[in-house]
C-alpha cells in the first residue's frame, strides 16, 4: 500500500460550552438543588449532572442559567 504521506499539525483545543459534573448516583443527581444565582457567575454555557443509574446508563440533569434555562 503505498498511503500518502502528510505531517501532523498542533492545533489548540476548543474551549468547553458546559461544566459536566458526575455524581456517585441517581439519588444525588434528583436532589440536588442548585444555587442559580451563584452560576450565573460561572464562565462557561451551563452545568451538565450526571451520575450512572440502574438499568439505563445514566442520569442527567443540565442548566444553563446563562441563557436564562434552569433546567432540561
Known amino acids: 500500500m503505498d498511503f500518502?504521506?502528510?505531517?501532523?499539525?498542533?492545533?489548540?483545543?476548543?474551549?468547553?460550552?458546559d461544566y459536566v459534573v458526575?455524581?456517585?448516583?441517581?439519588?444525588?443527581?434528583?436532589?440536588?438543588?442548585?444555587?442559580?444565582?451563584?452560576?450565573?457567575?460561572?464562565?462557561?454555557?451551563?452545568?451538565?449532572v450526571t451520575a450512572p443509574r440502574q438499568n439505563v446508563d445514566f442520569v442527567n440533569r443540565s442548566f444553563f442559567s446563562i441563557i436564562l434555562t434552569h433546567q432540561v
Open 4 to 17: 500518502p504521506s502528510t505531517e501532523l499539525e498542533r492545533i489548540t483545543p476548543p474551549k468547553a460550552f
Open 22 to 48: 458526575v455524581l456517585e448516583n441517581e439519588e444525588q443527581v434528583v436532589e440536588l438543588q442548585p444555587d442559580f444565582y451563584q452560576w450565573l457567575q460561572l464562565d462557561l454555557r451551563g452545568v451538565v
